[in-house]
């Protein structure tokens, strides 16, 4: 039995947290206000630090909300895991008892489960027993192996070292020799260029005689194509005044032969002219041949000229080329020697790590063995038999499982519905509350549930809850509620449905869970506001302080402890963060005093008075929600 279920009564009361938190609250602002004051008042300059002794006790974390009593309404029930239907032991318009059976799902797997379980815990209770008994002769032989072993992973890591070593060695060398090599050909190529800049100091100055070589070549052309057709003109002439002559010396001896003497003579004085004419195309020609030669030379001169231009430009490209590629080379040259240097520092210091760890390894092993061969210390009984305590707890959470592949009513009722036959798969969620816009013995419209549940008496209460605090409720949990009507009554009650559909009013998520009064009271009346109180995480018998003194969570937490007269700050293992206090794994002892964050009275912001020091439950802040037990010891 554990303490909740010790403290709760026969009817499943849970203590009034909220009460007791009240009180501490209202303790802890009139002892932070007297303190103030009596310091005040002896005009110390320095108060002492507000301190909270380690103590062991019994941690509660709580989650509350407020909701509003209805009449009690339909209910779907259904497994809480999915699984095949192998049996269903009510029909429609049967009326069941709270606890009563209403089918099962196959249990193959969750007996599976535990059987594992089983065999967990008696593989726990040999370890214990092992424990007990030390090592057999041939866990010793096994020992001194392992001793071997290791030291043989050392020889050969300090072995590796050596090689990597070597290996790194070379590397670098081999990295440093490349950049060497690639920054002496740059060193040519920069000579090189220097020398094609003999001609022209830039490629702009190339491109720009280039382009003149271009244009002059294209004028001497154009001259010559010129002076071309000038001689087709002139051989055409030349042509036609050879015609002409023919046609001249024709008539010439025709008027001979007719003795025409006026005819004769025209015709001589034509064709005279004609040779005239002839001559002087003949001379032309030839003036013009040596003009077509001198531009085929002006030509030939500037093709020459274009060529070795284009050249040098393309010297001039080759060498930008080239002292970019070796400026390239030089680059990476330099990031694989700085890699070479980098990867040789990686792996030395990977190869000192490694031979660091196999020496801790054969001085860990030469312990073990030393520890394994002598006589059980009261930390190895202890944790032998603290992994017995698991075993059990994890092989009651797979009776449970195997439990709740038998679905029991969790309130009395009459079975309206049927939503599953036998050999059909039923899909997992637990319970869910028909809505009351839904009409009487219907399923509420798409029930998920085996059986729909109704003409359920009693009184029901109808909470939303965080998203973040739904994930911790279950069906069956006891809760303690109180009415506002009734401030003195606290009624308990359980979980009877969590919905499975958020409910979002201004960016809030919450989720509906309705709860069962066990009992009722003559003064309880349908739309009043109660508010509920579910213990969802409980830890025994542990070392706890202020959730106020720790900062940070888990391995990362620390407190501040006050020793000699001096804070220390002090790295801890935190474990469940109740809503007063914080419960300790290690790092600190039993009776040590920590250091909560000081309270400013005066209104001012502290460095934590803001986040630490809030005063409970519905206060607002640390001692809130969760009750601590105190224990002795």
């Known amino acids: 039995m554990n303490v909740i279920t010790s403290r709760l009564p026969a009817e499943r009361r849970l203590p009034r947290i909220g009460l007791l938190n009240g009180a501490l609250g209202v303790a802890l602002v009139g002892a932070g206000v007297g303190s103030y004051f009596v310091v005040a008042g002896t005009g110390a300059t320095t108060a002492p630090p507000r301190t909270a002794t380690v103590q062991r006790g019994v941690v509660l974390s709580t989650t509350s909300a407020t909701g509003t009593l209805q009449a009690a309404r339909a209910l779907n029930v259904g497994f809480t895991n999915a699984g095949t239907i192998t049996e269903i032991d009510v029909k429609p318009g049967e009326r069941v008892k709270r606890g009563e059976i209403l089918g099962r799902v196959d249990p193959t797997s969750a007996e599976q489960s535990l059987r594992q379980a089983v065999a967990a815990l008696a593989n726990a209770q040999a370890q214990y027993k092992q424990t007990l008994t030390g090592e057999t002769a041939q866990q010793r032989r096994q020992d001194a192996l392992s001793e071997k072993q290791a030291k043989q992973t050392l020889a050969n890591a300090k072995a590796a070292q050596k090689q990597d070593a070597r290996q790194s060695a070379a590397s670098v060398a081999q990295a440093t020799n490349a950049l060497r090599t690639d920054q002496g050909q740059e060193k040519v190529d920069l000579y090189q260029q220097t020398k094609d800049r003999a001609t022209y100091p830039t490629e702009d100055a190339a491109n720009a005689a280039i382009a003149s070589d271009k244009a002059q070549l294209a004028g001497d052309q154009a001259k010559q194509q010129t002076d071309s057709q000038h001689e087709f003109d002139l051989q055409a002439q030349e042509n036609s005044d050879n015609n002409q002559l023919s046609a001249d010396q024709t008539s010439l001896a025709a008027a001979q032969a007719a003795r025409d003497n006026t005819a004769v003579t025209q015709y001589t004085n034509a064709v005279a002219s004609d040779k005239d004419a002839i001559a002087a195309d003949q001379a032309a020609l030839n003036s013009l041949s040596k003009t077509l030669n001198a531009d085929s030379y002006a030509i030939s001169q500037d093709n020459d000229k274009l060529s070795a231009d284009q050249t040098a430009l393309t010297a001039l490209q080759n060498d930008v080329a080239k002292i970019r590629t070796d400026e390239a080379k030089i680059a990476s040259d330099r990031q694989s020697l700085t890699n070479a240097k980098l990867s040789a520092a990686a792996t030395a210091a990977r190869d ?271 001692f809130g929600g969760a009750t601590v037990i105190q224990k002795g010891g």
Do not use: C, W
């Not at 092989?395 to 679905?407: G, M, P």
């Not at 998920?448 to 949990?477: N, P």
């Open 352 to 622: 000192g790590q490694t031979v660091t760890a196999d020496r801790l390894s054969l001085t860990s092993a030469v312990a073990a063995v030393a520890v394994k061969q002598a006589p059980p210390t009261a930390a190895a009984l202890a944790s032998a038999r603290a992994n017995i305590v698991g075993a059990q707890v994890n092989l009651a959470t797979a009776q449970k499982a195997v439990d709740d592949t038998a679905l029991r009513a969790p309130i009395a009722g009459t079975v309206a519905t049927l939503n599953g036959t036998v050999g059909a798969a039923q899909a997992g969620g637990g319970n869910s509350a028909v809505s009351s816009s839904s009409s009487s013995g219907s399923s509420g419209g798409g029930a998920s549930g085996l059986v729909t549940l109704t003409g359920i008496s009693g009184m029901q209460l109808v909470a939303g809850f965080a998203e973040t605090d739904t994930a911790k409720l279950r069906v069956g949990q006891a809760a303690t509620v109180t009415v506002d009507a009734l401030p003195t009554t606290e009624l308990a009650a359980h979980i009877v449905a969590v919905d499975g559909t958020a409910t979002s009013s201004s960016g809030v998520v919450t989720y509906n869970v309705t709860f069962a009064l066990d009992r009722s009271e003559p003064g309880l009346r349908p739309g009043m506001t109660a508010n509920v109180d579910v213990v969802v995480g409980e830890a025994d018998n542990v070392l706890h302080v202020p959730t106020a003194a720790v900062s940070g969570s888990g391995s990362n937490a620390s407190v501040t402890v006050l020793r000699n007269g001096k804070q220390v700050r002090v790295p801890v293992v935190a474990g469940l963060a109740g809503d007063s206090s914080t419960v300790i794994l290690s790092g600190l002892t039993n009776g040590e005093a920590v250091v909560l964050p000081s309270i400013n009275l005066t209104g001012s912001s502290s460095s934590s008075s803001s986040q630490n020091s809030g005063f409970g439950g519905r206060f607002g802040g640390g």
